[in-house]
């Protein structure tokens, strides 16, 4: 019956959870960190793009998304191995996550669109360093 009912919601969202989860499933290591990221950025765009449509309850999900996200990532930080590097990406994290949370009270989409810009950067990273 929740499959049913998944199904018959909106079928983008149902096809992107789908997608979502599948990747996820093939994904390890760098792999996962790397589709972490890349959702990550998306989820942050699209709450831009909602608050700039006013589309609350999309910019709600995306907001809890990111944030979800990003308390993923900093979960998977290893402090003994990673050194500073781990501390910076903790420390960034958790400025993004306040920036977003912050704003998700506003009606301004720089915030999301900074955060996003900030951490595509390090996607690109992450993609770079798994093609070589």
Do not use: C
Not at 43 to 55: I, K, M, P, T
Not at 68 to 77: K, R
Not at 99 to 110: H, K, L, N, Q, Y
């Amino acid at each position: 019956m929740a499959y049913a009912t998944l199904l018959s919601g909106d079928p983008y969202a149902t096809y992107r959870q789908i997608d979502v989860v599948g990747r996820t499933a093939e994904a390890q290591g760098p792999g996962l960190v790397q589709l972490l990221y890349e959702e990550l950025v998306s989820a942050l765009r699209a709450a831009a793009w909602a608050v700039e449509h006013n589309q609350l309850r999309t910019k709600s999900d995306r907001i809890t998304r990111a944030t979800a996200i990003l308390f993923a990532l900093e979960s998977g930080l290893d402090f003994e191995r990673g050194g500073e590097v781990s501390n910076t990406l903790a420390r960034l994290y958790g400025g993004i996550r306040r920036s977003i949370v912050d704003a998700s009270i506003g009606t301004d989409p720089r915030p999301f669109r900074e955060a996003a810009g900030s951490l595509s950067e390090i996607a690109e990273a992450w993609r770079t360093a798994r093609a070589a």
